[in-house]
């Protein structure tokens, strides 16, 4: 396998979505790399059930498909990256899962675009309002700016560890899997007014 050439990463191989989902269930996993099409389950499928038993795996999607509703659906699932095979180089891949690791959130450049576009035609009207704190809300639209952990933290003078529970806090009360979600929950709703 392509990633094992990096030492700092230990790797297992599963050929389909059952067996990945059983080696998780099993001993969870920092990071999960899945295809949205693979044999067994699909890999929005077994993203969705990793989330469920595993919620703190980060999973990026390392697909062929730049179809947007697999895009979507995979967000929708709980998964934290989405990386094209065509164009992806090793170090983007490891990029990647290091990015995701720390609990950053990838996109292939193209799928990005794709994303933003959808933004675009989004409904005009705002969702609906949730029991966000102000902090939380504050946390939340500088993760919709694509602010990591850190510099969150540095941001607002609390901890990075106080940064984590309130996006936990914020997943939990939005009933949502993924930063990127919450992120893309902060746009449509308009709390993020720019996102320089």
Same mark, same amino acid.
């Given at each position: 396998m =392509?990633?094992?050439? /990096?030492?700092a +990463? *230990?790797? *297992?191989?599963?050929?389909?979505g059952?067996?990945?989902?059983?080696? &998780?269930? *099993?001993?969870?996993?920092?990071? =999960?790399? +899945?295809?949205? $099409?693979?044999?067994? $389950?699909?890999?929005v499928? &077994?993203?969705?059930?990793?989330?469920e038993?595993?919620?703190?795996?980060?999973?990026? #999607?390392?697909?062929a498909?730049?179809d947007?509703s /697999?895009?979507? %659906?995979?967000?929708?699932?709980?998964?934290s !990256?989405?990386?094209?095979? /065509?164009?992806? @180089?090793?170090?983007?891949v490891?990029e990647? &899962?290091?990015?995701v690791?720390? !609990?950053?959130?990838?996109?292939s450049?193209? #799928?990005?675009?794709?994303?933003?576009?959808?933004? =675009?035609?989004?409904?005009?009207s705002?969702?609906?309002? @949730?029991?966000? @704190?102000?902090r939380?809300?504050?946390?939340?639209?500088?993760?919709a700016?694509g602010?990591?952990?850190?510099e969150?933290?540095?941001e607002?003078?609390?901890? %990075?560890n106080? =940064?984590?529970?309130?996006?936990?806090?914020? +997943? *939990?009360?939005l009933q949502?899997?993924? $930063?990127?979600?919450?992120a893309?929950?902060?746009? $449509?709703?308009?709390? &993020?007014d720019d996102?320089?």
């Amino acid at each position: 396998m =392509v990633l094992s050439a /990096d030492d700092a +990463l *230990e790797l *297992e191989e599963v050929d389909d979505g059952d067996k990945a989902l059983e080696m &998780v269930a *099993e001993n969870p996993y920092d990071i =999960v790399l +899945l295809d949205v $099409r693979m044999p067994g $389950r699909s890999g929005v499928e &077994v993203c969705a059930a990793i989330k469920e038993i595993s919620p703190t795996t980060g999973i990026i #999607m390392l697909t062929a498909s730049d179809d947007e509703s /697999d895009l979507y %659906e995979s967000i929708r699932s709980g998964a934290s !990256g989405y990386l094209l095979k /065509d164009g992806s @180089t090793y170090e983007q891949v490891a990029e990647a &899962v290091r990015l995701v690791a720390s !609990g950053q959130s990838l996109i292939s450049p193209s #799928m990005a675009t794709k994303l933003l576009d959808e933004f =675009v035609h989004m409904s005009k009207s705002p969702a609906p309002t @949730t029991n966000l @704190t102000p902090r939380e809300l504050g946390v939340l639209r500088h993760v919709a700016r694509g602010r990591s952990n850190r510099e969150i933290a540095e941001e607002l003078f609390i901890s %990075e560890n106080t =940064v984590k529970n309130h996006i936990r806090n914020i +997943l *939990e009360k939005l009933q949502m899997k993924s $930063r990127m979600e919450a992120a893309m929950y902060a746009v $449509r709703s308009k709390l &993020v007014d720019d996102i320089p």
